[in-house]
């Protein structure tokens, strides 16, 4: 389920980008966003692209590796500083496409511990599992 953000202090260009990704189910590319967004003024992919990295630096939106694509945080619930949202879960259905993301203290606790073990200082992690989802 997708939650609306907070957008207060975010930009026009900010504020349209987490609303694509808002309303949309799967993930998209920059230029899937462009292309959306070009009826609002927004003209060029460095004006997707820098709303992006200030929505991902916000903890707004995720961005999934794989795919080359981004989507809203479904758990802003955690607050940005929390480990569990830095430390996000992807499950990707090989099938239709879906992404779900599944994090939680847990995961972010264990991540962490053996990052401990290696001494290596994690900033954030994003695990990507994929398969086939439930619908499919």
């Given at each position: 389920?997708?939650?609306?953000?907070?957008?207060?202090?975010?930009?026009?260009?900010?504020?349209?980008?987490?609303?694509?990704?808002?309303?949309?189910?799967?993930?998209?590319?920059?230029?899937?966003?462009?292309?959306?967004?070009?009826?609002?003024?927004?003209?060029?992919?460095?004006?997707?692209?820098?709303?992006?990295?200030?929505?991902?630096?916000?903890?707004?939106?995720?961005?999934?590796?794989?795919?080359?694509?981004?989507?809203?945080?479904?758990?802003?619930?955690?607050?940005?500083?929390?480990?569990?949202?830095?430390?996000?879960?992807?499950?990707?259905?090989?099938?239709?496409?879906?992404?779900?993301?599944?994090?939680?203290?847990?995961?972010?606790?264990?991540?962490?511990?053996?990052?401990?073990?290696?001494?290596f200082v994690l900033a954030r992690a994003?695990?990507?599992?994929?398969?086939?989802?439930?619908?499919?």
């Open positions: 389920m997708k939650h609306s953000h907070d957008i207060a202090g975010l930009t026009r260009n900010q504020a349209l980008v987490l609303k694509a990704l808002e309303k949309s189910h799967l993930p998209l590319t920059a230029y899937v966003i462009l292309d959306g967004l070009r009826a609002h003024g927004i003209k060029a992919p460095l004006q997707v692209y820098r709303a992006l990295d200030k929505l991902v630096e916000l903890g707004l939106v995720h961005r999934v590796e794989s795919m080359n694509a981004f989507m809203a945080c479904s758990h802003h619930g955690h607050g940005h500083d929390s480990d569990a949202h830095q430390d996000a879960v992807f499950m990707i259905c090989d099938s239709c496409g879906t992404v779900r993301e599944c994090s939680d203290d847990k995961t972010a606790a264990v991540l962490r511990k053996l990052a401990r073990m290696e001494h994003s695990i990507e599992i994929r398969g086939k989802c439930g619908k499919c």
